[in-house]
């Protein structure tokens, strides 16, 4: 990439400041847990944040859930009685909008009120994609993308550019793709140009990337490997992830996981023995310990600029 070119990545990096927040610097703002009394057949359904930046809120069937206005609640824990119906709703952060739910990690659904039945310990977590405010009709179907105005109003969770092609990551019920598009020299220095201060930035940058004509689409979902090729890497050490092309994105040391990424994904890799606490490179702090378990957890770095 020359200077131009790694210079503009920059300034496209810190005008999408709506990019989602790496797993291990994005704690909840607040969490509440109900004791496991008076229950003859406890569950917990944990209710977190996903990607992005929103609000979570939880009621009991038949109640409205109802969002703080003094405190935003990104986890909730409770303990109910097994069988139990409740209802969660969830609202995005400014310069987010929501985009789906997931359930154990899995894709669950695309409205932001749902009613689950609770009949074992559950995870849900409420995910949310960065917006452009653009305007337009999103398409039905990715397929039918021409251009990529055509998914601007779907929101994206990557974008960027090199010297000569621009990439977009968005999701639609429950897919993640990847849009390439070429772009010229002279729509790189109109990007380039654009002033951050300004209050239609987003507008202006939008007219200038909608035209851009789509070359090629890849369905990142597809892509995610099986959970029996995960299982393969149990055993493996941290150094030896390393060696294969994994990055540590950091780790947690009490629930004893790591965060990796191998584009275009992340992933948890559970662990035993010891992290090197003392050890400021992180590649380090992890090499002896052994891999017990993976899962994975979200798309990063798919655009690899």
């Known amino acids: 990439m020359n200077k131009k070119a790694a210079l503009l990545a920059g300034i496209l990096a810190l005008s999408m400041a709506a990019c989602s927040q790496s797993p291990a610097s994005a704690p909840s703002s607040s969490e509440s847990e109900s004791a496991q009394t008076d229950f003859k057949d406890p569950v917990v359904i944990a209710v977190h944040l996903g990607n992005g930046m929103g609000q979570v809120a939880f009621a009991e069937e038949g109640k409205t859930p109802e969002f703080d206005n003094e405190i935003n609640i990104q986890s909730i824990v409770n303990t109910v009685e097994r069988g139990s119906v409740v209802e969660l709703d969830t609202k995005a952060d400014e310069n987010y909008q929501f985009l789906k739910w997931t359930k154990n990690g899995e894709y669950y659904s695309a409205d932001a009120r749902i009613t689950v039945t609770v009949t074992e310990d559950v995870e849900y977590r409420a995910h949310f994609i960065s917006t452009f405010g653009y305007e337009g009709k999103a398409v039905d179907s990715i397929d039918q993308a021409k251009t990529i105005g055509d998914v601007l109003a779907l929101g994206y969770i990557e974008c960027g550019t090199t010297d000569s092609k621009f990439g977009i990551v968005t999701e639609k019920d429950g897919v993640a793709y990847r849009l390439m598009a070429d772009i010229s020299e002279a729509d790189m220095q109109k990007i380039f140009d654009l002033d951050f201060e300004d209050p239609d930035y987003n507008k202006k940058y939008c007219d200038i990337i909608a035209p851009l004509a789509v070359t090629e689409i890849t369905n990142l979902t597809d892509m995610i490997p099986a959970q029996s090729e995960l299982d393969k890497l149990i055993g493996k050490t941290g150094g030896e992830l390393i060696e294969e092309g994994y990055t540590c994105g950091g780790y947690n040391t ?24 003392d050890q400021d490179d992180e590649a380090e702090a992890i090499k ?17 600029f």
């Open 254 to 277: 009490e629930d004893k996981f790591i965060y990796m990424t191998k584009a275009p994904f992340r992933y948890f890799m559970y662990y035993e023995g010891e992290i090197h606490m």
């Open 288 to 304: 002896d310990a052994k891999i017990t378990g993976v899962k994975y957890d979200a798309i990063e770095n798919a655009l690899d």
